[in-house]
Protein backbone atom coordinates (compact mmCIF):
# COMPACT_ATOMS: atom_id res chain seq x y z
CA UNK A 1 0.00 0.00 0.00
CA UNK A 2 0.94 3.15 -0.44
CA UNK A 3 1.22 6.59 1.51
CA UNK A 4 2.20 10.24 1.31
CA UNK A 5 2.69 12.00 4.56
CA UNK A 6 2.58 15.98 4.47
CA UNK A 7 3.22 16.42 8.53
CA UNK A 8 3.07 20.38 8.64
CA UNK A 9 -0.55 21.15 8.41
CA UNK A 10 -0.03 25.10 8.21
CA UNK A 11 3.03 27.25 7.82
CA UNK A 12 3.35 31.16 7.73
CA UNK A 13 5.91 32.85 6.77
CA UNK A 14 6.66 36.58 6.08
CA UNK A 15 6.89 36.99 2.17
CA UNK A 16 10.64 36.87 1.24
CA UNK A 17 11.32 34.23 3.73
CA UNK A 18 12.79 30.60 2.46
CA UNK A 19 10.01 28.11 3.05
CA UNK A 20 10.09 23.98 3.09
CA UNK A 21 7.18 21.82 2.37
CA UNK A 22 7.89 18.54 3.84
CA UNK A 23 6.46 15.34 2.20
CA UNK A 24 7.75 11.85 2.96
CA UNK A 25 5.90 8.53 1.52
CA UNK A 26 6.10 4.89 1.80
CA UNK A 27 5.76 2.57 -1.04
CA UNK A 28 6.95 -1.19 -1.59
CA UNK A 29 7.33 -0.70 -5.45
CA UNK A 30 10.95 -0.29 -6.59
CA UNK A 31 9.95 2.13 -9.17
CA UNK A 32 7.24 4.90 -8.48
CA UNK A 33 6.56 8.85 -9.63
CA UNK A 34 6.17 12.34 -7.35
CA UNK A 35 4.59 14.68 -7.59
CA UNK A 36 3.68 18.31 -6.47
CA UNK A 37 0.46 19.75 -7.10
CA UNK A 38 -0.31 23.57 -5.79
CA UNK A 39 -4.41 24.52 -4.62
CA UNK A 40 -4.82 28.16 -4.73
CA UNK A 41 -7.60 30.23 -3.03
CA UNK A 42 -9.38 29.72 -6.15
CA UNK A 43 -9.68 26.40 -5.44
CA UNK A 44 -8.30 23.87 -8.55
CA UNK A 45 -5.07 22.02 -8.55
CA UNK A 46 -2.43 23.11 -10.46
CA UNK A 47 0.63 20.75 -11.38
CA UNK A 48 4.17 22.09 -10.60
CA UNK A 49 6.19 18.77 -10.84
CA UNK A 50 6.46 15.13 -11.57
CA UNK A 51 9.66 13.17 -10.37
CA UNK A 52 10.60 9.73 -11.57
CA UNK A 53 12.09 7.85 -8.65
CA UNK A 54 14.99 6.85 -11.17
CA UNK A 55 16.32 10.38 -11.22
CA UNK A 56 17.45 11.82 -8.08
CA UNK A 57 18.59 15.17 -9.20
CA UNK A 58 17.33 17.90 -7.49
CA UNK A 59 15.38 20.09 -9.45
CA UNK A 60 14.58 23.84 -9.24
CA UNK A 61 12.20 25.87 -11.55
CA UNK A 62 12.69 29.66 -10.72
CA UNK A 63 12.09 29.99 -7.08
CA UNK A 64 10.83 26.85 -6.64
CA UNK A 65 13.25 23.77 -6.07
CA UNK A 66 12.29 19.80 -5.07
CA UNK A 67 15.31 17.85 -3.06
CA UNK A 68 14.52 13.84 -3.66
CA UNK A 69 15.56 11.75 -1.14
CA UNK A 70 15.17 8.47 -2.03
CA UNK A 71 17.27 6.55 1.12
CA UNK A 72 14.99 8.81 3.06
CA UNK A 73 11.77 8.79 1.33
CA UNK A 74 11.61 12.00 0.67
CA UNK A 75 10.30 14.70 -1.58
CA UNK A 76 10.46 18.34 0.16
CA UNK A 77 9.53 21.23 -2.01
CA UNK A 78 11.09 24.83 -1.33
CA UNK A 79 9.91 28.07 -2.02
CA UNK A 80 12.75 30.37 -2.13
CA UNK A 81 11.92 34.33 -1.38
CA UNK A 82 8.59 33.63 -0.99
CA UNK A 83 5.70 36.58 -2.40
CA UNK A 84 1.95 36.45 -1.18
CA UNK A 85 0.71 35.00 -4.57
CA UNK A 86 2.30 31.30 -2.73
CA UNK A 87 0.30 30.94 -0.46
CA UNK A 88 -2.29 28.19 -1.26
CA UNK A 89 -2.39 24.41 -0.17
CA UNK A 90 0.20 22.16 -1.42
CA UNK A 91 -0.19 18.50 -2.09
CA UNK A 92 2.41 15.85 -2.31
CA UNK A 93 1.29 12.83 -4.28
CA UNK A 94 2.76 9.27 -5.24
CA UNK A 95 1.89 7.14 -8.49
CA UNK A 96 3.07 3.56 -9.42
CA UNK A 97 5.20 3.31 -12.16
CA UNK A 98 1.69 1.76 -14.18
CA UNK A 99 -0.37 4.17 -12.63
CA UNK A 100 -3.07 6.32 -14.02
CA UNK A 101 -4.11 8.89 -12.21
CA UNK A 102 -6.89 6.09 -9.75
CA UNK A 103 -3.50 5.16 -8.46
CA UNK A 104 -2.87 8.49 -7.44
CA UNK A 105 -2.09 8.86 -3.23
CA UNK A 106 -2.25 12.13 -2.18
CA UNK A 107 -0.80 13.68 1.09
CA UNK A 108 -3.23 15.80 3.27
CA UNK A 109 -1.84 19.00 2.10
CA UNK A 110 0.18 21.58 3.75
CA UNK A 111 -1.25 25.14 4.23
CA UNK A 112 1.01 28.08 2.84
CA UNK A 113 0.50 31.86 3.72
CA UNK A 114 2.68 34.09 3.25
CA UNK A 115 1.99 37.63 5.01
CA UNK A 116 3.07 40.55 3.84
CA UNK B 1 -4.66 24.13 -25.82
CA UNK B 2 -6.39 22.41 -23.67
CA UNK B 3 -8.48 24.02 -21.13
CA UNK B 4 -11.38 22.36 -18.50
CA UNK B 5 -14.80 23.84 -17.69
CA UNK B 6 -16.65 22.86 -14.45
CA UNK B 7 -19.83 24.63 -13.34
CA UNK B 8 -21.85 25.41 -11.32
CA UNK B 9 -18.94 27.44 -9.05
CA UNK B 10 -21.62 26.67 -6.47
CA UNK B 11 -24.29 24.76 -5.31
CA UNK B 12 -26.98 24.64 -2.35
CA UNK B 13 -29.17 21.86 -2.42
CA UNK B 14 -31.77 20.32 0.11
CA UNK B 15 -31.90 16.80 1.43
CA UNK B 16 -33.19 14.72 -1.01
CA UNK B 17 -32.86 16.69 -3.92
CA UNK B 18 -31.22 15.34 -7.30
CA UNK B 19 -28.15 16.84 -8.25
CA UNK B 20 -25.80 17.18 -11.63
CA UNK B 21 -22.55 18.61 -11.90
CA UNK B 22 -20.53 18.88 -15.28
CA UNK B 23 -17.28 19.15 -16.64
CA UNK B 24 -15.92 19.20 -20.10
CA UNK B 25 -12.49 19.27 -21.61
CA UNK B 26 -11.32 21.20 -24.77
CA UNK B 27 -8.45 20.81 -26.97
CA UNK B 28 -7.81 17.20 -26.16
CA UNK B 29 -9.16 13.66 -27.80
CA UNK B 30 -10.33 10.89 -25.41
CA UNK B 31 -8.74 12.68 -21.91
CA UNK B 32 -8.80 10.35 -19.06
CA UNK B 33 -11.26 12.11 -17.13
CA UNK B 34 -12.11 11.78 -13.33
CA UNK B 35 -14.37 12.77 -10.63
CA UNK B 36 -12.57 14.00 -7.07
CA UNK B 37 -13.91 14.92 -3.81
CA UNK B 38 -12.01 17.17 -1.20
CA UNK B 39 -13.70 17.25 2.10
CA UNK B 40 -13.11 19.88 4.64
CA UNK B 41 -9.95 17.76 6.33
CA UNK B 42 -8.42 18.86 2.49
CA UNK B 43 -7.82 15.06 1.81
CA UNK B 44 -8.87 14.51 -1.74
CA UNK B 45 -10.89 11.16 -2.74
CA UNK B 46 -11.32 9.70 -6.28
CA UNK B 47 -14.70 9.17 -6.78
CA UNK B 48 -14.90 8.20 -10.73
CA UNK B 49 -12.64 7.87 -13.55
CA UNK B 50 -13.75 6.92 -17.51
CA UNK B 51 -11.48 6.39 -20.04
CA UNK B 52 -13.93 6.85 -23.07
CA UNK B 53 -17.64 7.27 -23.74
CA UNK B 54 -19.95 5.84 -21.28
CA UNK B 55 -17.40 3.63 -19.75
CA UNK B 56 -17.31 4.48 -15.55
CA UNK B 57 -15.47 3.44 -12.81
CA UNK B 58 -16.26 3.85 -9.50
CA UNK B 59 -13.65 4.19 -6.57
CA UNK B 60 -15.61 4.20 -3.71
CA UNK B 61 -19.70 2.92 -2.92
CA UNK B 62 -22.17 5.80 -2.21
CA UNK B 63 -25.05 8.13 -3.56
CA UNK B 64 -23.20 9.25 -5.92
CA UNK B 65 -22.64 8.24 -10.23
CA UNK B 66 -21.75 9.81 -12.70
CA UNK B 67 -21.82 9.79 -16.71
CA UNK B 68 -19.85 10.03 -20.09
CA UNK B 69 -22.27 10.79 -23.06
CA UNK B 70 -19.85 12.43 -24.91
CA UNK B 71 -15.84 12.01 -25.34
CA UNK B 72 -15.08 15.04 -23.49
CA UNK B 73 -18.37 15.49 -21.22
CA UNK B 74 -18.43 14.19 -17.57
CA UNK B 75 -21.30 14.38 -15.36
CA UNK B 76 -21.72 13.64 -11.62
CA UNK B 77 -24.77 13.18 -10.39
CA UNK B 78 -27.18 12.10 -7.60
CA UNK B 79 -30.90 11.03 -7.34
CA UNK B 80 -31.49 12.46 -3.44
CA UNK B 81 -28.57 14.34 -2.09
CA UNK B 82 -27.58 12.97 1.83
CA UNK B 83 -25.81 15.86 4.16
CA UNK B 84 -22.94 14.16 3.73
CA UNK B 85 -22.31 14.50 0.04
CA UNK B 86 -21.46 18.14 0.83
CA UNK B 87 -17.61 18.76 0.18
CA UNK B 88 -15.88 20.30 -2.84
CA UNK B 89 -15.89 18.31 -5.83
CA UNK B 90 -12.83 18.58 -8.61
CA UNK B 91 -12.98 17.48 -12.11
CA UNK B 92 -9.73 16.66 -13.46
CA UNK B 93 -8.49 14.74 -17.38
CA UNK B 94 -4.92 13.75 -18.20
CA UNK B 95 -3.59 12.52 -21.39
CA UNK B 96 -4.56 8.78 -22.14
CA UNK B 97 -2.13 5.85 -22.67
CA UNK B 98 0.19 7.74 -20.93
CA UNK B 99 1.25 6.44 -17.44
CA UNK B 100 1.55 9.01 -14.96
CA UNK B 101 0.54 11.45 -17.11
CA UNK B 102 -0.42 14.89 -14.73
CA UNK B 103 -3.44 15.52 -13.70
CA UNK B 104 -4.96 19.10 -14.85
CA UNK B 105 -8.02 20.06 -12.75
CA UNK B 106 -11.43 22.45 -12.87
CA UNK B 107 -11.79 25.30 -10.50
CA UNK B 108 -14.36 23.02 -8.60
CA UNK B 109 -17.50 22.78 -7.26
CA UNK B 110 -18.65 23.81 -3.39
CA UNK B 111 -21.65 22.10 -2.61
CA UNK B 112 -23.54 22.21 0.24
CA UNK B 113 -26.61 20.30 1.41
CA UNK B 114 -28.42 21.77 3.73
Known amino acids: AQKVTQAQTEISVVEKEDVTLDCVYE???????LFWYKQPPSGELVFLIR??????QNEISGRYSWNFQKSTSSFNFTITASQVVDSAVYFC?????????????FGSGTQLTVLP | SQTIHQWPATLVQPVGSPLSLECTVE??????LYWYRQAAGRGLQLLFY??????ISSEVPQNLSASRPQDRQFILSSKKLLLSDSGFYLC?????????????FGNGTRLTVT
Open chain 2, 92 to 104: AWNLPGVNNSPLH
Open chain 1, 27 to 33: TRDTTYY
Open chain 1, 51 to 56: RNSFDE
Open chain 1, 93 to 105: ALSPPSGSARQLT
Open chain 2, 27 to 32: GTSNPN
Open chain 2, 50 to 55: SVGIGQ
